[in-house]
């Protein structure tokens, strides 16, 4: 976080994720700075939180999943063969799921990525990454598709610091534009 002085009178911080400068008087970036010690912009709050969209088949299988209340996969503590097979097959829907979102991203850069915006790793400034709104755990957990997990509507392209800090913080309830 940078501070920046203006007019004696007021401070500027710099987003910590795309270091546009934002005011902090703002009352959701202050709400969301109290929450995860982070200054982050609006646009960087949306992403973070995730959006709401009823075309993304991913997290309608997701909510629909948790409304029945199916049982989600296993945990893997105890690591007998039946669970390390588990496992193997997780990696290898993550990696299946990657691909075909990278290639998506290749596909239709005027949709995910529009802005052309430098894609990078993790740590380079000005770098973003392309991030799923439901994760993949989330997505394996749940039983999604591969094809929905990997759609349009379920990736965005963001800073990298976003895409870092927004894992262990992702809870339906926190989608911006949720129905009620």
């Known amino acids: ?6 007019n004696q009178a007021r401070w500027i911080l710099a987003c910590d ?3 546009q400068p934002i005011d902090p008087y703002t009352p959701e970036i ?6 995860i ?14 959006r709401y969209d009823a075309s993304n088949r991913a997290l309608t299988t997701c909510l629909r999943a948790v409304s029945r209340r199916r049982k989600r996969r296993s945990a893997y ?12 097959e997780k990696r290898a829907y993550l990696a299946r ?4 979102s990278n290639a998506r991203l290749k596909a239709e850069p005027h949709r995910l990525n529009p802005a052309a915006l430098p894609m990078g790793r993790c740590g380079k400034r000005g770098a973003y990454q392309l991030d799923h709104v439901v994760p993949l755990s989330l997505c394996w957990d749940y039983w999604v598709a591969e094809e929905d ?6 990736l965005q392209v963001v800073p990298w610091l976003v895409n870092i800090l927004r894992t262990p913080w992702f809870s339906f309830e926190r989608l911006l534009g949720l129905p009620p």
């Open 1 to 6: 976080m940078w501070l920046v002085r203006r």
């Open 17 to 19: 994720a795309c270091c």
């Open 37 to 50: 010690d982070r200054v982050f912009c609006q646009s960087c709050i949306t992403a973070f939180c995730g």
């Open 97 to 100: 799921v990657r691909a075909k």
């Open 149 to 154: 997990a990997a759609s349009i509507e379920n």
């Open 77 to 88: 503590a105890v690591f007998s063969d039946e669970q390390q097979a588990l496992y193997r």
């Open 30 to 35: 202050k709400s969301f700075w109290d929450q």
